[in-house]
């Protein structure tokens, strides 16, 4: 997997925090030179870039920019200067409280324990109540969604690299014994075995149960469920089985037909800006006779245009 943006090694951080104040001094701000270091920076590099602003210039690079910028490129330059278990924080709140419930699925399924722990963590310190809380209290939503949730932010997935292929095939039986028109009812094993197993042992378990019933679990799902549940259990799969392809098939969705869902379309490209940007991009050419690329160009504009161009390269 291969992210879009990689060390740079060609400034230093003083040298860019200099930069940036002259970007932004006087009349008049430079989005160009802003979008030139933001773009071409990880986010350790851009992290430390704001603490040394504020240990040279005494005042915060978030508020500096509030001020010089506006509109959707201030939220993308926002975004590019948090730490992801923030953003992803933050995410997860404006799933809940648009009643997302396939955003909110995305984003906990892939991540590991730990980043599970640091985003819950923050979550409590930015909100003042659990994102546990919050998820119980959601609208609109099933309470099969919310208890595949729940279960999956208790953090205590298998991440031991070995894969046991006998309990892999014992695996895959259960799902069949428990039948398909079951998945996402009450049946606690299924939404166990999605939460706690390894990523890798369930790609072998998806494997095993396609050669055990001649059919994929991804279809299966099509074939027996609809609406909500048929979304998220099929977004746990993917994220799980192909997690490239389908944040390509998401990015597709977002910006096809009238109008962007800029807030996602923000979400995807810094959230996996240094994990799988490029794969994204391929997956999404292979999905469409256009680039991610040309359909930005022709979906957003400005200065909030060139910046996620540049990410995004």
Same mark, same amino acid.
């Given at each position: 997997?291969?992210?879009?943006?990689?060390? !740079?090694?060609? =400034?230093?951080?003083?040298?860019?925090?200099? !930069?940036?104040?002259?970007?932004?001094?006087?009349?008049?701000?430079?989005?160009?030179?802003?979008?030139?270091?933001?773009?071409?920076?990880?986010?350790?590099? %851009?992290?430390?870039?704001?603490?040394?602003?504020?240990?040279?210039?005494?005042? $915060?690079?978030? %508020?500096?920019?509030? $001020?010089?910028?506006?509109?959707?490129?201030?939220?993308?330059?926002?975004?590019?200067?948090?730490?992801?278990?923030?953003?992803?924080?933050?995410?997860?709140?404006?799933?809940?409280?648009?009643?997302?419930?396939?955003?909110?699925?995305?984003?906990?399924?892939?991540? $590991?324990?730990?980043?599970? &722990?640091? /985003?819950? %963590?923050?979550?409590?310190?930015?909100?003042?109540?659990? *994102?546990?809380?919050?998820?119980?209290?959601?609208?609109?939503?099933?309470?099969?969604?919310?208890?595949?949730?729940?279960?999956?932010?208790?953090?205590?997935?298998?991440? $031991?690299?070995?894969?046991?292929? #006998?309990?892999?095939?014992?695996?895959?039986?259960? @799902?069949?014994?428990?039948?398909?028109?079951?998945?996402?009812?009450? !049946?606690?094993?299924?939404?166990? @075995? @999605?939460?706690?197993?390894?990523?890798? #042992?369930?790609?072998?378990?998806?494997?095993?149960? %396609?050669?055990?019933? &001649?059919?994929? *679990?991804?279809?299966?799902?099509? =074939?027996? /469920?609809?609406?909500?549940?048929?979304?998220?259990?099929?977004?746990?799969?993917? /994220?799980?089985?192909?997690?490239?392809? #389908?944040?390509?098939?998401?990015?597709?969705?977002?910006?096809?037909?009238? +109008?962007?869902?800029?807030?996602?379309?923000?979400?995807?490209?810094?959230?996996?800006?240094? *994990?799988?940007?490029?794969?994204?991009?391929?997956?999404? =050419?292979?999905?469409?006779?256009?680039? @991610?690329?040309? &359909?930005?160009?022709?979906?957003?504009? +400005?200065?909030?245009? =060139?910046?996620?161009?540049?990410?995004?390269?």
């Amino acid at each position: 997997m291969t992210g879009t943006i990689v060390p !740079d090694q060609s =400034s230093t951080t003083e040298k860019d925090c200099s !930069d940036l104040k002259k970007a932004m001094k006087g009349f008049g701000t430079d989005e160009k030179k802003i979008i030139d270091i933001l773009s071409n920076r990880t986010l350790q590099q %851009r992290l430390d870039i704001c603490f040394n602003y504020k240990k040279m210039y005494g005042k $915060s690079l978030k %508020r500096e920019l509030q $001020s010089e910028l506006s509109s959707l490129l201030l939220k993308l330059t926002k975004s590019l200067i948090q730490p992801l278990p923030q953003l992803l924080a933050k995410e997860a709140n404006r799933a809940i409280g648009t009643c997302n419930p396939r955003s909110l699925i995305e984003i906990v399924t892939g991540m $590991s324990n730990d980043e599970i &722990y640091q /985003m819950k %963590r923050y979550y409590k310190e930015k909100f003042n109540v659990t *994102i546990e809380r919050d998820l119980g209290q959601m609208m609109k939503v099933s309470s099969n969604f919310k208890k595949l949730a729940q279960v999956i932010l208790q953090g205590t997935r298998n991440e $031991s690299p070995i894969i046991d292929d #006998h309990l892999a095939l014992q695996d895959a039986r259960e @799902l069949y014994i428990a039948g398909v028109d079951r998945f996402g009812t009450e !049946d606690p094993v299924f939404n166990q @075995l @999605l939460a706690t197993r390894s990523y890798k #042992h369930l790609k072998v378990v998806f494997e095993k149960y %396609r050669m055990e019933n &001649y059919e994929d *679990i991804g279809e299966c799902i099509r =074939s027996e /469920m609809m609406g909500e549940a048929q979304e998220v259990y099929l977004t746990v799969v993917n /994220m799980i089985r192909t997690p490239t392809a #389908h944040l390509a098939e998401a990015l597709l969705k977002i910006m096809k037909g009238v +109008g962007t869902d800029d807030e996602e379309l923000i979400k995807i490209v810094v959230w996996r800006s240094e *994990i799988d940007l490029k794969e994204i991009k391929e997956d999404f =050419s292979r999905l469409n006779e256009k680039t @991610l690329t040309e &359909y930005i160009k022709s979906d957003t504009s +400005g200065d909030y245009r =060139s910046l996620l161009l540049a990410i995004v390269k």
